[in-house]
Every structure is written in C-alpha cells, then in structure tokens.
C-alpha cells in the first residue's frame, strides 16, 4: 500500500492488489452470479404488495426521488454489476411490455435464483435445472389460463375496469385518491381505445402536471394541454373552430450562415433596412393567413416585432411549443408540421373545435388547452400536487394504471391478486413434478417453492406471520379446490380475493413468470464474464 497527493495536495491511496487477483469460472462464477442478482431482488422485495415500503433515491445533483415503482428504483440506482443489470433489464422489460408488475417481477426471478443456488450446491448441472423451470413455467402458465376469468366492459360500463385498475394503485401514493385517479384512467384509454381492433396507442394520452392544489385536484381534459400562454397578452384567449399551422421555422429574417459586416451611414439606410424586415414579416404572415389559418403554433421563439405584427393582424400565435407537444399537437389535428413558410398550405393545416387559455391556482398559471380535435380522440391527464416529488410519482402510478387498462381492452381475462395466483400455480407445479422421472423434477419442485416467494413478502410486508400465512391459506385453496384465496394484506377479515375487489391482468401475471424465467436461464448459463480486449 503506498499514499501519494494530488495535484491538491489531498492524499489518496494505492493498493497494489493485481498479483492477488484471479477470474472466477464455472460453479463459483455462477454462485457470484447469484448473489448479485439476489441482492438487488431483496431491496426490492420490501416493496411489494399494499403495504410496501417506499424508497428514498437520492441522485448526484441532490435531486430526491421518492417512490415504489419497481422499474424506476432500480433505474434511479445506477448498478454497476452486469448480471445485476440483467434484472435492470427485465425490470424495464416488464415496464415497457405491460407497465404493472415492475417489482413482482425481480422479486420471482430472485426467488428462482435462490432455489437454483441450493439445486447447484446439490451437483445438478444449471442447464438441467433451466430445463426444468422452462417445464414447470409452462405449468404455471396453463394453470393460470385455467383459473382465469373474463370480465365484460364497454364504454358505458366501466365499473369492472374501474376495479381492476384500483387494485394496481393500492400500493402506490395516490393510494387515497385510487377510485379517483382509476376513473380517470380508464376514461382516458377508453377516449383513445379501438374496441373493435382492440388497439390503444398511449401517444395519445398526455401527462402532464403542475405544482399547486392538491391530488384531488388532478382531472382528464378533453384535448392536448400544452404549458404555454398565446404570445402576446391582448390576443383573444379563445379561438373556435381553430385552423392550425404548425410550425418549425422560426417567425424571424433568415440569417447568413457566415460572418458578415453591415456598415450604416445615415438615417434613411436605419430606416429602410427596418422596412426590408417589416416586409420579411408581413411577407411571412401574409403566407400564413392566405392559406386560412387562423392560429398559429411555432417550436420557436419570434422577437416584439413579429409579435406586435401578429397581434396587428389578428393572427393568435403560441411560441416555443416543445417537439412532443408539436408531433402531438400534429397527430391529433391532422396538421402536417411545416418547416418552411413557403410550403404552407391549406391542405397542410391541423383543424380543432376550440383552442382556449385557461387560467387557473393562486398563482394565475395559463395553459392552452386544445380540444375537439379533428384526426382523433388526443386526450390530458393534468396532475396537481403540493410538490414536485408527489407530482413525479403520481404521474408514474397513472402511467401504471394506464398501462393495466391498455392491457385489459387487449385481453380482458383477469386472474385474483393478494399471491392467489402465485398459490395456485405453485401447487399446480409442485403436483406435476410427480410425473416428472428425470433430475428435472428438482428443478420443477424448486420453481414451485419460489413462487411463494410473492405471497410470503406480501405476508411479510404486512406484518402477518409470514410461514404461518402462507401454509394456512394454501391449505384452504387446496382443501376447498378454490384458487381466489390470498394474503389479506388490507385486514378485511376475509381471504377471498374476489370479494376484497383484488384482481390482476392475466397478461401481466403471465408475462411475469415468462420474463423472469428467461433471465434466470441466461443467468444461470453464465460461467465466466469477459471484458472485451482482456487478452
């Protein structure tokens, strides 16, 4: 060990550990493998279920982050292991795919790895042990399509979404307002939804919020609103039956691309170089009012002159509208986004029922709220909160709700939360490892011990006896063949999923034990880690 200084003169120290150093392969590779996995999928356990904790992430610039989302914590930790970021990944997979279920996720594949540590240390080869959990996922999968049901909604009975979307934001901080903040949700998939495709595009779902008021507070608008104010104070604040260009060219002269010098001698050359651009303007608004429109949406800035010309000639105009919001703004009207006045067109112009500033909070905030749009149904969630960090994490549990929604119009089978589908599977797995007459049947008995892994957190995280809890109620749905049985987590005195109002996506739960079954099989293939030029 050697201590030497900086530049600063601050001392640090050498630790001259490279002879003592060696690659780590095969069994040992894989324990190693493990154990990382392992911790990251027990920092996110304690965050499973109604009552999990939240966690506190705080960034390199001081930012804090508080919050339960499964995808968001482990994005928000920056992992530096590899095979750690495999469960980053599939955390992430989880979010993208279906939205819900970010944290069960890591927590099974956690569960998976830890069975497969003990299969390991007993001399069963990691292939055969991947082998056997594909097997026993298959088993969990049919079971689930067994025990699934199918719940009926249309656009005038939204109830049974209602209820099923709630059941995803029971852990989350708008817990008190869920009923609430699940109507809206569903209101908002279903203002964009084809029913008869069964498709949701979620681009057309803006969120967005603004500190002020409170959570109670937040509403779905009927149209696009975007955090700008029309550019000058004495423009009307309201335009009916909007004709829109959407602009990407700056209302201002163009500029050389090279240095140059212009020298004025006199008055009379001031004067007409400000008249050449007045004419640049009035040029550029004249293109914009021959072709119909009557308002105005730029992605830049333009100076007083040109505002003051646009005002003169009763031309409404919203500046510095960000590129989302333009596209957006774009798909909802119908309007081609046009980088060159000389290409405006009347074919080219978005159309809107109604464009309105809306003023609104102690503060007198303005926004524009774009509604009655021509191409299609664009819909805002508009969150309130006291700050920031409940705004934040808000707008992440509605993006989960969202995301629950979209998935049910995909496919409206629903299996019962609280582990009762995790109990369900796990002794429907543990039965068929019996007919499994080769090393498998380990593997396929481990798969079914680790998917009460979500029931004895959710136990666990309640503060129930977590063994006692778990072997109880698996005793029950086995005696009474009745699979809607799970962890009274809430203390409603019953363990009937169905009668708590506790339900999940079948697709979700399902995508969660193919994906967490996916990365524990590559993990488990892994014997040796190379670094790229390390020979």
């Known amino acids: 060990m050697n201590v030497t200084y900086d530049e600063y003169g601050r001392p640090f120290i050498i630790l001259r550990e490279q002879a ?17 996995a392992k911790s990251i999928a027990s920092i996110m356990k304690s965050s499973l279920g109604p009552r999990g904790m939240d966690k506190c992430l705080i960034g390199p610039d001081g930012d804090v982050t508080l919050t339960n989302d499964g995808a968001t914590i482990l994005d928000e930790m920056h992992v530096e292991d590899q095979i750690a970021k495999l469960l980053v990944q599939l955390s992430k997979s989880q979010d993208s795919e279906i939205g819900d279920g970010t944290t069960g996720v890591v927590v099974l594949a956690g569960a998976l790895l830890e069975q497969a540590e003990q299969l390991l240390d007993r001399g069963i080869h990691p292939s055969r042990v991947a082998k056997g959990y594909e097997m026993a ?16 909604f249309s656009r005038d009975n939204i109830k049974p979404l209602e209820d099923i979307v709630s059941t995803s934001l029971g852990s989350k901080i708008v817990n008190r307002v869920q009923r609430e903040m699940a109507s809206i949700a569903v209101k908002a998939v279903l203002s964009v939804a084809d029913l008869e495709r069964k498709d949701v595009n979620l681009d057309l779902i803006k969120l967005t919020g603004k500190v002020g008021g409170k959570l109670e507070d937040t509403r779905l608008i009927d149209g696009i609103v975007i955090d700008k104010d029309f550019s000058h104070p004495q423009m009307p604040t309201e335009v009916k039956d909007a004709k829109i260009v959407v602009l990407t060219a700056p209302f201002e002269p163009p500029k050389p691309k090279t240095k140059h010098n212009l020298n ?18 009035l040029d550029m608004i004249k293109r ?18 040109a505002n003051h010309l646009l005002l003169a000639n009763d031309l409404p105009a919203v500046r510095w509208v960000g590129g989302v919001e333009i596209e957006l703004i774009a798909i909802a009207t119908g309007a081609h986004i046009v980088p060159r006045f000389s290409e405006i067109t009347a074919q080219k112009l978005g159309k809107a029922g109604l464009v309105k500033e809306l003023t609104f909070g102690t503060t007198k905030d303005r926004m524009i709220v774009i509604s009655e749009c021509a191409n299609s149904k664009a819909v805002t969630i508009f969150v309130r909160g006291g700050n920031k960090m409940i705004i934040e994490e808000a707008k992440r549990s509605i993006h989960d709700a969202l995301c629950v929604a979209r998935t049910l ?17 796990s002794l429907a797995v543990a039965q068929s490892a019996d007919q ?26 309640s503060g129930l006896p977590a063994i006692t809890t778990l072997s109880t109620i698996k005793a029950l749905q086995q005696k009474e063949s009745n699979p809607r049985l799970g962890v009274d987590c809430l203390s409603k005195g019953t363990n009937d999923m169905k009668a708590q109002g506790v339900f999940e996506s079948l697709i979700s739960k399902q995508q969660q034990i193919l994906l967490a079954t996916q990365v ?7 014997d040796d880690v190379l670094k790229q030029g390390s020979f």
């Open 436 to 461: 499994v007459k080769t090393v498998e049947q380990f593997a396929v008995r481990a798969f079914a011990d680790a998917l009460d892994a979500i029931p004895l957190a959710l136990a666990e995280n």
């Open 288 to 305: 914009v009012k021959d072709s119909g429109a009557n308002l105005v949406i730029c992605q830049w800035g333009f100076d007083d002159e």
């Open 20 to 36: 003592n150093k060696r690659r780590v392969k095969g069994l040992e590779a894989q324990k190693l493998h493990i154990l990382a």
């Open 137 to 152: 996922a298959d088993v969990a999968i049919a079971t689930l399509h067994k025990i699934s049901e199918r719940i009926e």
């Open 409 to 425: 119009v995909r496919d409206n089978r629903i299996v019962y939360g609280g582990g009762a589908a995790e109990m369900a599977c």
């Open 520 to 526: 524990v099989k590559m993990i488990l293939k892994i």
């Open 264 to 281: 004025l001698s006199t008055v009379a050359q001031f004067t007409e170089l400000g008249k050449i651009e007045q004419d640049y303007f």
